[in-house]
């Protein structure tokens, strides 16, 4: 064999061993993390029942009382709040500016998309601060009669929904425009109404992608940490209302992580809070997967 | 033999942005005929079947000034709803787009729009939709699986189905042939030659010998531009313009 072939294939042999061996790193990295999570709430674990922390609501580290549900029903809440009000908005938006508005609407709304995406989240934290905590005390609670600091499981919603917008937005306006204009001619020329073809074809054809778009936005705002701390309050019990405070659990291990580590269970405890958030947002993305799925076995 | 006109386009003209696809058009389409628009690819021949059911509306950047009158009726300026003007026309694309729901729904789609939703009717004009794209046989025992799951010949002849399903009088085909492999084209072209005593069908192609087999009345564009029309047999055999004989000889391409 010429040398310049053998350079060739050696060239070709290194870079599959490469790139193998990436994509098992990004494969294990998972795996890793989790495991290394499991192994340092262990401790915890072994004292205390995982059903018995996950169910009960007392949370007295001091006496050695690590109850977990305050901060995943305050987690839950803060996010599912979040996506009933970004999820619709980014439907309809990207609806009307993918079949609707004028190619040039593009052109504005797409970089206002991109700075909303790029604002570090301390940000959207201080203005969650200055402007929907007070607007919630001052303005909202009283037209429901409902007494609050104004901190509270609603701001979090709030702020954490305007923090996916643009996250939730940019996939679904990426998965519209890769249905084929063909098929919406071909519905339309049905003589169907722009709003029927978009309702039963178009909707239809996209779901995967906004199933999966949601389970994206889904995973990020339950993981946000710092923007949510800043003002649903932090108060340890279940929060029983939107007006109420909650304390999620990122805003659990962002608080507390390193100020009282000569409790040796505190420790294992807000690892566990971790491996909680870690196993949930997991959950999330094999629901939304099977979701895809089952989807995909019925109508393809 | 009468020649009804169904279709009269007077002074055509469609621009997209700054650039001009279609420059004065002014073409009749007879009733009861399938007439062929032939051409080389880029010429506008998809733009102006386009125009026709107005499906050009759903761009914002295309404008489009002139007349389309079916059955004396112009269609870019009129009060009726564009729905109205497109149940008219069943339109077959370059490749098959079927609805993603099953088979039996993709027909029902179009019933159900018209208003139609009882069972037993809906089951018997199915039939007969799916009995005159000549795919009954095949699909008849596995109509509630996906449409994506038929080969693409049968897709098709499903969207042809789907579309005479809305009950319409002209057929506009954009070269319906043209992801089909050589038995699938067949079956489709032999039932547009049983389709035109009901319907009158407009069929865009670039394929020559295909026009040759189907037309009655043709329409040769050019650059945006309607070159000739006529009567096929008088079209394919004595062509008037220098750019005809040589598209029909093959040097434009």
């Known amino acids: ?300 | 033999m009468e020649n009804e006109t169904k279709i009269r386009i007077e002074n055509l003209n469609l621009s997209i942005g700054k650039s001009k696809i279609l420059k004065d058009i002014n073409v009749e389409i007879p009733k009861h005929k399938i007439t062929v628009i032939l051409g080389p690819s880029g010429c506008g021949k998809t733009t102006l079947l386009k125009s026709m059911n107005r499906l050009t509306d759903i761009y914002s950047d295309i404008r489009v000034s002139g007349k389309i009158l079916i059955d004396g009726e112009d269609i870019l300026h009129t009060d009726k709803d564009v729905t109205e003007i497109r149940k008219r026309m069943g339109l077959l694309s370059q490749r098959p787009y079927p609805l993603p729901m099953n088979i039996y729904k993709n027909i029902a789609f179009g019933l159900k729009i018209s208003g139609r939703r009882k069972k037993r009717f809906l089951n018997k004009r199915i039939e007969h939709y799916l009995k005159q794209a000549n795919l009954w046989n095949e699909v008849k025992d596995r109509l509630k699986e996906p449409a994506a799951s038929l080969s693409i010949g049968q897709q098709q002849r499903l969207c042809l189905a789907r579309g005479l399903a809305v009950d319409p009088d002209i057929i506009l085909a954009d070269e319906p042939t043209s992801a089909l492999d050589p038995i699938s084209s067949q079956e489709i072209e032999k039932k547009f030659t049983e389709l035109k005593n009901g319907y009158t069908i407009v069929l865009v192609t670039h394929i020559l010998r295909q026009a040759i087999r189907l037309a009655d009345y043709v329409i040769f564009m050019y650059l945006g531009e309607v070159i000739e029309q006529g009567p096929a047999e008088q079209f394919f055999k004595s062509p008037q313009t220098e750019i005809t004989k040589a598209y029909l000889k093959g040097s434009i391409n």
Request: proline share 6%; charged share 10%.
């Open chain 1, 1 to 300: 064999m010429k040398p310049f072939r053998i350079g060739r294939l050696v060239k070709e042999r290194v870079n599959r061993v490469w790139m193998t061996l990436w994509t098992v790193i990004i494969i294990l990295t998972p795996v890793i993390i989790g495991g290394f999570l499991l192994w340092k709430s262990s401790m915890l674990l072994e004292e205390n029942s995982l059903m018995k922390l996950l169910g009960s609501s007392e949370w007295k580290p001091l006496s050695g009382k690590f109850g977990f549900s305050p901060f995943i029903i305050s987690s839950l809440w803060v996010t599912f709040l979040a996506l009933i009000i970004a999820g619709p908005i980014c439907i309809l938006s990207a609806l009307h500016l993918t079949y609707y508005a004028p190619s040039f609407f593009m052109k504005i709304v797409q970089p206002a998309i991109d700075i909303l995406a790029g604002i570090p989240s301390v940000i959207y934290g201080v203005w969650g601060v200055v402007v929907i905590v007070p607007f919630i005390s001052g303005h909202l609670a009283p037209v429901f009669n409902a007494e609050t600091s104004g901190y509270s499981i609603l701001a979090g919603g709030l702020v954490l929904s305007v923090m996916i917008i643009p996250f939730i937005l940019n996939i679904l306006i990426e998965i519209f425009n890769t249905i084929p204009v063909e098929l919406r001619e071909a519905t339309l020329s049905l003589g169907v109404s722009n709003w029927i073809t978009i309702r039963s074809v178009l909707l239809r054809k996209a779901f995967p992608g906004i199933i999966s778009a949601i389970g994206l936005g889904l995973s990020r705002a339950f993981g946000e940490t710092i923007a949510v701390l800043m003002v649903v309050g932090n108060v340890t019990h279940v929060p029983e209302g939107v007006f109420q405070p909650g304390y999620p659990l990122t805003a659990l291990i962002a608080n507390n992580y390193g100020e009282m580590l000569s409790i040796p269970l505190y420790d294992s405890a807000l690892m566990l809070a971790a491996l909680i958030l870690f196993a949930i947002v997991v959950l999330f993305n094999l629901a939304s997967r099977l979701i895809i799925i089952r989807y995909e076995n019925k109508y393809r």
